[in-house]
């Protein structure tokens, strides 16, 4: 099993930025990629970015493409969403979400992740 614990969430005005964390535990070996995924209120969850856990390959739907940054530091076995650029569509709990190695998983679609955290609140005030 993997527990992850999100932190950094807040509330920001428009254009400002937020990072944040993901710190993994447990049998971290068997991670394959660690994902942030948000949900807005009514809305279904949406994938936000991604990044291989060993190799460091970065994915990213296209709202965070050039706002958002996805980093590792496997050290520390931390992951960190840098937001910058904020937008009020933004507004939404973010989880971190990994999910281990095997065949068959799309990094983008959120039912391939089996690992969630308890979620980050980020609100962008206009």
């Known amino acids: 099993q993997v527990q992850l614990v999100e932190s950094g969430g807040g509330l920001v005005q428009a254009g400002g930025s937020l990072r944040l964390s993901c710190v993994a535990s447990g049998r971290t070996e068997s991670i394959s990629f660690v994902g942030w995924i948000r949900q807005a209120p009514g809305k279904e969850r949406q994938f936000v970015s991604a990044?291989?856990?060993?190799?460091?390959?970065?994915y990213y739907a296209a709202p965070g493409k050039g706002r958002f940054t996805i980093s590792g530091d496997n050290a520390k076995n931390t992951v960190y969403l840098q937001m910058n650029s904020l937008l009020p569509e933004d507004t939404a709990v973010y989880y971190c979400a990994a999910f281990p190695y095997g065949r068959g998983r799309v990094i983008a679609a959120t039912t391939s992740y089996e690992y969630w955290g308890q979620g980050t609140q980020v609100t962008v005030s206009s």
């Open positions: 990044i291989s856990w060993n190799r460091g390959s970065t």
